[in-house]
């Protein structure tokens, strides 16, 4: 694995259509090597087709595929320094774990020596020392998501793709190989690049995240970075518990926005993009940025206050959300730290204000 260019993938202008239907429309992006990145977006918004493209099980219909710096377009899977773990488990049901593992390697035609000492090192990577005469059936869901990924790592190719490998798991083992997932990349030190629809999975293990929607790169950064400060409105709704405020630009005074939402005025920093009076807006606060107070309490300059009226609590465990509406009827969530209080103080319909520090909201204008 040494050596290899700094960028490992690298797409311009891909493109793929099915006749009239349009899947994947202009997407551009790079990849560094040695990451954890994650195509993160809803079922049916074209992550998993832009997977098969670098994978280079579809033909683009435009567009160009860089790997390691060579272009592999119009090269075949086999030919490609990639190797591809499916959402179904994908096992041969009548072989062994060591037998399943080695297949790939076994089709090279490798020493049977060579074959097995390979075997053994992957097994013992993923967890699986002990288990190599059982047959999948007799395996845990987690194991057989475990050989799958010791199948595709044993060919030693620099990039691993992963289609929704956790889709099939229960939620407390899907938890678990999250974090095992993150390990073994780290570990291993090559290039995954990670379809999932789950913004929970995806936070847990990729370094980077390229956000899709309706066959469009919307964003792509760092994960905290797009947690923290996403710049497009559709980031902002699609990770984390995030409440959006819709209005129009009435004002702009230097680099802050002031944005009319029909009820209220709110201001947010442009945050370098372009901004004209009268454009539609948009500003975001996460759930736990946002504060309950009372009508009549104590104003402080720091803070952004908007009328609302309390109607319901949600105790979630760890977190109790507060459900309020706004004077135009939409429904905002306020989330906090459980600490044994029913609620925040207020009964259902009590008129009250939200609140959020003014550098927690962050301004849209797309």
């Known amino acids: 694995m040494a050596n290899m260019p700094n960028i490992a993938v690298e797409v311009t202008d891909l493109a793929k259509s099915y006749g009239s239907v349009v899947a994947l429309k202009s997407v551009s992006f790079r990849i560094d090597s040695g990451r954890y990145f994650v195509l993160l977006g809803p079922s049916g918004c074209g992550k998993t087709t832009?997977?098969?493209?670098?994978?280079?099980?579809?033909?683009?219909?435009?567009?160009?595929?860089?790997?390691?710096?060579?272009?592999?377009?119009?090269?075949?899977?086999?030919?490609?320094?990639?190797?591809?773990?499916?959402?179904?488990?994908?096992?041969?049901?009548?072989?062994?774990?060591?037998?399943?593992?080695?297949?790939?390697?076994?089709?090279?035609?490798?020493?049977?020596?060579?074959?097995?000492?390979?075997?053994?090192d992957m097994l013992d990577m993923v967890g699986l020392e002990g288990l190599g005469d059982r047959l999948p059936h007799e395996l845990s869901g987690g194991q057989q998501q475990r050989v799958q990924l010791a199948r595709s790592l044993v060919l030693e190719t620099d990039i691993l793709l992963l289609d929704e490998p956790l889709a099939a798991l229960d939620a407390k083992l899907h938890k678990s190989m999250c974090i095992e997932l993150k390990r073994i990349q780290e570990k291993v030190g090559i290039t995954f690049v990670h379809v999932t629809h789950n913004q929970e999975e995806a936070m847990t293990v990729a370094d980077d995240l390229a956000i899709i929607d309706n066959g469009e790169l919307v964003e792509t950064g760092r994960?905290?970075?797009?947690?923290?400060?996403?710049?497009?409105?559709?980031?902002?709704?699609?990770?984390?518990?995030?409440?959006i405020f819709d209005g129009r630009v009435s004002r702009i005074d230097g680099v802050e926005a002031t944005i009319d939402l029909g009820y209220d005025t709110v201001t947010a920093n442009s945050r370098g993009q372009a901004v004209?009076?009268?454009?539609?807006?948009?500003?975001?606060?996460?759930?736990?940025?946002?504060?309950?107070?009372d009508r009549d309490g104590k104003v402080e300059d720091?803070?952004?206050?908007?009328?609302?009226?309390?109607?319901?609590?949600?105790?979630?465990?760890?977190?109790?959300?507060?459900?309020?509406?706004?004077?135009?009827?939409?429904?905002?969530?306020?989330?906090?730290?459980?600490?044994?209080?029913?609620?925040?103080?207020?009964?259902?319909?009590?008129?009250?204000?939200?609140?959020?520090?003014?550098?927690?909201?962050?301004?849209?204008?797309?």
Do not use: C
């Open 50 to 120: 832009l997977l098969r493209l670098i994978g280079g099980f579809i033909r683009p219909t435009r567009g160009r595929i860089l790997l390691h710096g060579r272009d592999v377009t119009d090269l075949p899977p086999n030919k490609r320094p990639t190797s591809m773990v499916f959402q179904s488990f994908a096992l041969f049901p009548h072989m062994t774990v060591t037998k399943n593992v080695g297949y790939g390697l076994r089709l090279r035609k490798l020493p049977t020596s060579e074959v097995l000492a390979r075997v053994d």
């Open 223 to 243: 994960t905290i970075d797009l947690y923290e400060n996403p710049l497009r409105r559709f980031t902002a709704d699609f990770i984390g518990e995030n409440n």
């Open 302 to 366: 720091s803070f952004y206050y908007l009328p609302a009226t309390h109607m319901e609590t949600v105790y979630l465990g760890l977190t109790t959300s507060e459900i309020v509406t706004l004077p135009d009827g939409k429904e905002v969530v306020v989330r906090r730290l459980s600490d044994g209080v029913e609620n925040a103080g207020f009964s259902r319909g009590a008129v009250i204000r939200i609140g959020w520090r003014k550098a927690d909201g962050r301004l849209h204008t797309s």
């Open 276 to 293: 004209r009076v009268g454009d539609d807006a948009s500003i975001s606060v996460r759930s736990e940025r946002l504060q309950i107070f």
